[in-house]
């Protein structure tokens, strides 16, 4: 199915499953019928994150690529924490948190006269390191039992909501085209933030074995917004010398291992997620020092992430 077809699909299930939730919150229950589960996980993480504009705000004239500015494996250390509730009725919810702090990175700044990234008159290459990227997530869902001989299958639809934020900074440039060296005083910074519903779907399996897998898809719609301040630009505002806005579609996926409970019910954790977003084309706003505006295209952003993380997990 594409998008558009999606989109009605996801607010549908979200509705449905925040009234079943209320239901589930304010009927008398047992509080040990509720199965919860605590996470705390910390990982390596490496990001690749990119973004382009048009000469113009068609995207026709040329330059059809004005200028490039391109984020290579940033390599990020993350702490993460997650919270899951889950009632004798099936219905679940989780809520995720991560923080993790940018220790190195590299970027590059092009900007073309010609078509197709042609023509290139100007490149830096910069370093990338001392900011933060952050990201939070809830969800709620319906978790169906599936018994086949000693193996239990747990499949959870979900619906929910997410925000991530990068914030990115630019500096020790070193102009490479043309090769006039190093530029003093560049300390530029580049904040994003996606953010919007999403659905998907988890698997868990529970086996007579020490070790059981979980796998998770999802697919989110979201809204797309940044703001940069480029410290050396004069004929630019700060700290707001330009923002962006779209919209943007992302599928992450995770997979991973744990340990049977054990020593007072903890289990060890493994996982790998990975994740990809790109936006359509929208509106890049640029504030010029005088006060005038100025408007063009915004091609595209994309932004891939990694990350491997170990952790314990305890059952309460």
């Known amino acids: 199915m594409d998008k558009m077809n999606l989109e009605p699909i996801a607010r549908r299930l979200t509705t449905v499953l925040l009234l079943s939730l209320s239901v589930w919150l304010i009927g008398p229950r047992d509080a040990s019928a509720v199965e919860t589960k605590l996470d705390l996980n910390a990982g390596y993480r490496t990001d690749d994150f990119n973004w382009n504009i048009a000469g113009d705000l068609s995207g026709t004239v040329t330059p059809n690529v004005l200028s490039e500015l391109t984020w290579r494996t940033l390599r990020i250390m993350q702490l993460s ?15 995720t948190a991560d923080y993790g702090w940018i220790r190195s990175g590299d970027n590059q700044d092009s900007d ?84 919007g519903r999403w659905i ?52 992450v996926l995770s997979v991973g291992f744990l340990t049977v409970p054990k020593f007072n019910h903890w ?19 640029v504030y010029f020092s005088d006060g005038t505006i100025g408007v063009t295209r915004l091609n595209s952003v994309e932004w891939k992430s ?3 993380s170990l952790g314990l997990q305890r059952l309460m």
């Open 200 to 251: 998907g779907v988890e698997f868990l399996t529970d086996t007579p074995n020490e070790v059981n897998a979980f796998f998770r898809l999802e697919h989110h719609w979201a809204d797309y917004s940044a703001e940069a301040n480029w410290n050396l630009r004069a004929d630019l505002q700060h700290p707001r010398s330009f923002g962006q806005d779209a919209n943007g579609t992302g599928n």
């Open 306 to 308: 990694w990350v491997l």
């Open 112 to 195: 073309y006269l010609g078509d197709n990234r042609t023509l290139e008159f100007s490149r830096t290459n910069n370093d990338t390191s001392g900011d933060n990227v952050s990201d939070m997530s809830v969800a709620l869902g319906y978790r169906f039992r599936i018994v086949q001989d000693r193996t239990v299958t747990y499949l959870t639809p979900l619906a929910g909501y997410s925000r991530h934020e990068q914030n990115l900074r630019i500096t020790d440039a070193n102009q490479t085209i043309p090769a006039t060296g190093s530029i003093p005083g560049l300390d530029s910074t580049y904040q994003s933030l996606w953010e």
């Open 267 to 285: 289990s060890v954790r493994v996982g790998l997620d990975y994740q990809r977003w790109t936006t359509d084309p929208g509106v890049n706003t």
């Open 81 to 95: 924490g997650g919270l899951q509730l889950t009632g004798s009725n099936g219905l679940h919810f989780r809520a």
